[in-house]
Structure formats: structure tokens, C-alpha cells
């Protein structure tokens, strides 16, 4: 599903680990930079489709419920008017329709789920681009001033020129590795537990409606003996 497949990898990625691997950071930077631009475009444009079919899960699930509560009330009045027969009917009609809702409840989840994912990308893509963004604006201003300085200094060809030049562009690099290991250690310190709760959010118990615990005819006699407790 688009982005969605490439969840974790997205929410894992390390800028950090990229650089200090990367013979060119400031190559390595554009090119991240570029990717980000494109991944934050797709999360965007999928996001719409993904809350529209989470609403229209919720809709359908939302109907079930209320189906199954209506055919419960109606079994009900049946027994109290002692037409056991209509009350079995009811009664066996809300048990298919717990099944199905067993099926609906499920594909809401997922589509609550996958509803999730894309808000936690588009977060985390936006605030990696932004700060991205303003730390590459702070290395050209430096590496610019280096660059000043050496040719401030060329004509003298002095040994303290050089080293001043060296100290530049090593603080320029420096502060841009400090600032997205910073980043990147704030997301793997709440990355788990995201995952944490979504797996959890995915293994919860039994959902309303999941498994019948009898049949039509067991749930017909303790109606029966719910009404004539209540008549008694």
C-alpha cells in the first residue's frame, strides 16, 4: 500500500549513521534531503485515502453493532408476547450478524492501524525535512565563511591560514553530525515503544461481538427464564 510498506524503514532511518558513513556529507545531505521532499509529498497525497477508509470501516462496523442490538430487543419483545418462534428467528439473525461484525471489527482495525502509521511518518518526515533543512542552511553559511577566509588569506600562503580554514569547515561538519545524531537518538528512544503499542494495539483481546458464547436455542431459554424472573 504506497508508503505504508516502507513504514519501518522510514521510522528508523538515521541520518547520523548515513553521514558518518558518507565519503561527501554534503552530498549525502542533498540526496536525503531530495528523498525526504519525495516521501513527505506521497504521505501526503495517500493520507486522504487512508482516513476515508477508516471512516467508511467505522460506518459499516457502527451499523452492525446497532443491527445486532435491534435484533436482540426484538427477540426480547417476542418472548415477553410468547411467540417463541419469531424470538428463535431474531435471535438466530443477530447470531450471522455477530459474525459478520467479527470481519468488520477487523478491517477497522487494520484500517484504524495503517490510519496511525501514516500520521506518526508524516511527523517524524516533516520534522527530519524542516530541521534538515535549516542545519544545511547553517554548513553552507559556514563553509561560505571558510571559503572567505581562504581567500582573504591566499596571497600571504601563511600556515595559520590554512589551519584556520581547516577549523572552519571541521566545525561546519561537526555541528551538522551533532544536531542529527541528537535527532536521531530522540526517535530510537521512542521508537520501541511506538512499536510496542502497535503490536500490543494488534494482539488485544477478544473485540465486542468476536465469538457467541451459545447458540440461538441457549439464548432463546435464558431469555425465557430472564422474563419470567422479571414476571415472577
Request: with cysteine; glycine share 4%.
Amino acid at each position: 500500500m504506497g508508503i505504508l510498506s516502507r513504514f519501518r524503514d522510514v521510522m528508523r532511518s538515521n541520518l547520523s549513521a548515513m553521514l558518518e558513513r558518507s565519503e561527501d556529507p554534503a552530498k549525502t545531505v542533498e540526496e536525503y534531503l531530495r528523498q525526504l521532499r519525495l516521501d513527505v509529498g506521497q504521505v501526503k497525497a495517500e493520507t486522504t485515502a487512508v482516513q476515508a477508509e477508516e471512516d467508511r470501516a467505522k460506518r459499516a462496523l457502527d451499523e452492525c453493532v446497532e443491527e445486532v442490538r435491534k435484533l436482540q430487543r426484538y427477540a426480547e419483545k417476542a418472548v415477553e408476547s410468547d411467540d417463541e418462534s419469531a424470538a428463535l428467528k431474531f435471535l438466530e439473525r443477530k447470531a450471522k450478524q455477530a459474525e459478520r461484525m467479527n470481519g468488520l471489527q477487523m478491517a477497522y482495525d487494520q484500517a484504524a492501524d495503517n490510519s496511525s502509521k501514516m500520521k506518526q511518518m508524516q511527523e517524524k518526515l516533516v520534522s527530519d525535512l524542516q530541521q534538515l533543512e535549516a542545519r544545511q542552511a547553517v554548513l553552507k553559511g559556514k563553509l561560505a565563511e571558510a571559503a572567505a577566509l581562504s581567500r582573504a588569506q591566499a596571497s600571504g600562503g601563511t600556515e595559520t591560514a590554512l589551519r584556520e580554514l581547516e577549523a572552519k569547515a571541521d566545525l561546519a561538519l561537526n555541528e551538522a553530525l551533532a544536531l542529527a545524531e541528537l535527532r536521531a537518538g530522540s526517535q530510537e528512544d521512542d521508537l520501541d515503544a511506538v512499536f510496542a503499542e502497535l503490536e500490543k494495539g494488534n494482539a488485544a483481546g477478544t473485540k465486542p461481538g468476536e465469538a457467541l458464547a451459545s447458540t440461538p436455542e441457549d439464548e432463546l431459554t435464558a431469555l425465557k427464564a430472564k422474563i419470567n424472573k422479571q414476571d415472577s
